[in-house]
């Protein structure tokens, strides 16, 4: 995974924690991510108030890129908000690509309706499918 920090100092001490948090949060999925974007913008220059922001951007393979933002008066408090909007966003993809593949298909459902009622013999058993 290559992570692209854009807005931070190389010196800064939130970069490791950055990067800890981030790997935390895409671990669990069936594949790693590509390519990961976090940048920092402030907003309206100096002028003070909640006008941090932070874009994190997640490539995945063979997917569409999920990206979640933050908007807080620091670094730290926008990108944590940002985190919890990603780590919501992974979730709901994952949980979406696993009730897809748990609903029955089509044929199936159509060949079930039309057998007769023969509770003494199951269907025959078909190896199972998967895609990727």
């Not at 069936?30 to 922001?53: H, L």
């Not at 926008?78 to 089509?106: C, I």
């Amino acid at each position: 995974m290559s992570l692209v920090m854009e807005g931070l100092a190389l010196d800064d001490p939130l970069r490791a924690h950055v990067e800890d948090k981030l790997a935390a949060a895409v671990r669990g999925g069936r594949r790693p991510p590509t390519a990961v974007r976090v940048g920092f913008t402030d907003q309206n220059g100096p002028k003070g108030g909640a006008d941090i922001r932070c874009a994190i951007t997640v490539e995945l393979p063979r997917r569409a890129p999920v990206h979640a933002e933050g908007v807080a008066e620091t670094h730290r408090l926008a990108f944590d908000g940002a985190l919890d909007t990603l780590a919501r966003e992974l979730k709901r993809d994952r949980e979406r690509r696993r009730d897809v593949a748990r609903r029955p298909k089509k044929y199936f459902a159509a060949r079930q309706a039309l057998a007769p009622d023969e509770a003494s013999t199951p269907p025959p058993a078909r190896p199972r499918r998967r895609s990727a």
